[in-house]
């Protein structure tokens, strides 16, 4: 069975553009998370979506949003792109969506590597 | 609010030697923690979890963990270091408050083994 996958998994952009990173999740999976990992850090959650809406967001500008299609597949649109917007973005998919003390296990596909220049 | 904080950016041991990776957490409620690894050019890949069910929790390659409460502590141990256990670690909690299946992650600590 085909994990998650991401696309493209690098790309390059300048200051001021825009970016659109894609993600499908295992299938049969309905809810996918976003992580913005940055060059030495630890994974910082973005969003996460379930049945098409949004159920999570993090500590993230509104330059940042996300859409989740009847497929289950999701992209993640970056507006304005600064020098610190260069990370790996990983996507992560889960069966369910869950909150509190229930648990269901993430997978992470490989990422896409953002460079802005 | 949950954290984690790993001590130790970097630790090297040599194969054979034991891997010990330190992490300390800090939760309001009793947390869910969880060890991910994660290979270069790679996602990551969950080792292991604690849900509140055994404090020694075991995981894939041989990797496990013990839950201590009184030390807040999560430390993922091996007994006996391979050169493909070399990567990335990341201890990291769940966020019991949000709405969402809202991860934390540590910093991380890399993983180098000697030959």
């Known amino acids: 069975d085909a994990g998650v996958t991401q696309s493209p998994t690098h790309l390059i952009k300048t200051r001021g553009q825009q970016v659109t990173l894609r993600c499908s999740p295992i299938?049969?999976?309905?809810?996918v998370s976003w992580y913005q990992q940055v060059l030495g850090q630890g994974p910082q959650f973005i969003f996460q979506?379930?049945?098409?809406?949004?159920?999570g967001r993090g500590n993230f500008p509104d330059r940042f949003s996300a859409r989740q299609f009847p497929n289950y597949s999701s992209e993640l649109n970056v507006n304005a792109l600064l020098l610190g917007d260069s990370a790996l973005y990983l996507c992560?998919?889960?069966?369910?969506?869950?909150?509190?003390?229930?648990?269901?296990?993430?997978?992470f596909g490989p990422g896409t590597r953002l460079t802005v220049l | 609010a949950q954290s984690v904080t790993q001590l130790g950016s970097h630790v090297s041991v040599s194969e054979g030697a034991l891997v010990l990776l330190r992490c300390n957490y800090s939760?309001?409620?009793?947390?869910?923690l969880f060890w991910y690894v994660q290979y270069p050019n790679q996602g990551l890949q969950l080792l292991l979890k604690?849900?509140?069910?055994?404090?020694l929790v075991k995981g894939i390659n041989g990797f496990e963990a013990e839950f201590k409460k009184s030390e807040t502590s999560f430390h993922l141990t091996k007994p006996s270091a391979h050169m493909s256990d070399a990567a990335e670690y990341f201890c990291?909690?769940?966020?019991?408050?949000?709405?969402?299946?809202?991860?934390?992650f540590g910093s991380g600590t890399r993983l180098s083994i000697r030959p």
């Open positions: 992560a998919s889960s069966s369910d969506w869950t909150s509190g003390r229930a648990y269901n296990e993430q997978f």
């Open positions: 299938s049969g999976h309905k809810s």
């Open positions: 979506y379930y049945e098409k809406e949004e159920r």
């Open positions: 939760s309001s409620v009793p947390p869910y």
């Open positions: 604690y849900t509140s069910a055994a404090t």
């Open positions: 990291a909690v769940r966020d019991p408050y949000s709405s969402a299946s809202k991860i934390i």
